[in-house]
Nanobody, 119 residues
């Protein structure tokens, strides 16, 4: 198991930026993939982005060109830079880490952080 601690998030105006961080402790083998899902009220959870230890990334179509995920393998920490934020990005963002690429059956999860985009 991996313990994940999220930071960042908050209230921002449309067009603004935020950065989320996710620090993992525990087995490095359990963090082959790190990323974020988000869930808005009344909606299903959706993948936002993920990144492998090798730097391969995947993004939801809705955030491509606006969000950038990165990681520092030495610190076992992932980052999600969110730019040009829109009201529809409002959600609770959950960091995760998984030993496998694809799926979250064996994932560990962070506590979640609220992102609110509103004027």
């Amino acid at each position: 198991q991996v313990q994940l601690v999220e930071s960042g998030g908050g209230l921002v105006q449309p067009g603004g930026s935020l950065r989320l961080s996710c620090a993992a402790s525990g087995s490095i083998f359990s963090t082959a993939v790190m990323g974020w899902y988000r869930q808005a009220p009344g909606k299903q959870r959706e993948l936002v982005a993920h990144i492998t230890t090798g730097g391969n990334t995947n993004y939801a179509d809705s955030v491509k060109g606006r969000f950038a995920i990165s990681r520092d393998n030495a610190k076992n920490t992932a980052y999600l830079q969110m730019n040009s934020l829109k009201p529809e990005d409002t959600a609770v963002y959950y960091c995760y880490a998984s030993p496998l690429v694809g799926g979250t059956d064996f994932a560990s999860w962070g506590q979640g952080t609220q992102v609110t985009v509103s004027s």
